[in-house]
């Protein structure tokens, strides 16, 4: 994985006494209250091992370990739905989880993510030509060659090129959101992140699948394509200390 994850990185920098501090210059109210789960930013997390261990060898997506420290917080809308998500600290990586809830708060999906990759590209069109560009391409590759398929469907398609079947492959713009993230539970630090998103997929096995977050990220220090891959959870398996 590359080393310039900026805005993952601060997050790891930062230290539960930080959050303790800023408690006492601010006041105010948390911005963490009544999530999903009732997750809380300086809180634990544990996740089950179960999927994990189906998956074996297969899995890129490792384990984060047994107790994690929830650092900061985003959230952004999608339609009706809020998409919230909790920064881990994982033995100094941070993982992402990331779980998207209706207008009643409750919880449609969870998904566990973690840095894969990152590239500084050279030429954003390859990435995001609105004819063309990779991140909407119907199929994604990683440098081993494990392929996955595109997850999120659009009736905005282009046929890009045909395979050596005659089979279309075709393109869908990717998804485009504005994450506000949170470096303080009381809301005096934080950032804005613009994501140019598309999910893929594949069959791990008969018992699991694994998930593909392809994103081109611009954020104050900076713009990437950022690769994270992933694996859906139960939320009641979900341990929150």
């Known amino acids: 994985m590359a080393e310039t994850w900026n805005l993952l990185r601060r997050m790891g920098q930062k230290k539960i006494d930080q959050y303790k501090e800023s408690f006492q210059r601010s006041g105010r109210e948390r911005v963490d209250k009544d999530l999903p789960l009732g ?46 998500r909790f920064y881990l600290d994982a033995s100094g990586m941070v993982y992402v989880l990331q779980i998207v809830t209706d207008r009643t708060n409750t ?8 840095p894969y990759d990152e590239v500084i590209p050279d030429d954003w069109e390859f990435w995001l030509g609105e004819r063309d560009g990779y991140i909407g391409y119907e199929i994604f590759d990683i440098k081993d060659g494990t392929r ?31 994450e506000t993230v949170y470096l303080s539970p009381w809301g005096e630090e ?6 140019d998103s598309m999910l893929y997929g594949r069959q791990v096995n008969e018992n ?16 990437s394509v950022q ?11 979900i341990k929150v200390i």
């Not at 370990?65 to 009706?80: K, R, T």
């Not at 392809?214 to 220090?221: F, N, Q, R, T």
């Not at 690769?227 to 398996?237: C, D, T, Y």
């Open 148 to 178: 996955y398929f595109r997850v999120w469907d659009s009736d905005r398609k282009t046929v890009v090129e045909q395979d050596d079947q005659g089979n279309q492959i075709t393109r869908i713009p990717p998804m485009e959101y504005m």
């Open 208 to 223: 699991l699948d694994e998930y593909l977050l392809l994103s081109a990220v611009s954020e104050k220090d900076g713009a």
């Open 227 to 237: 690769i994270m891959v992933g694996i859906e959870l139960q939320p009641a398996s």
């Open 190 to 195: 934080s950032e804005t992140v613009k994501y």
């Open 39 to 84: 997750i809380r930013m300086s809180g634990i997390v544990e996740i089950p091992q179960v999927d994990f261990i189906l998956g074996g060898d297969q899995l890129k997506i490792k384990h984060p370990g047994d107790a994690n420290v929830v650092i900061s917080y985003g959230h952004f809308p999608v339609g009706d739905s809020v998409v919230h």
């Open 107 to 114: 919880v449609e999906e969870c998904k566990l993510f973690m």
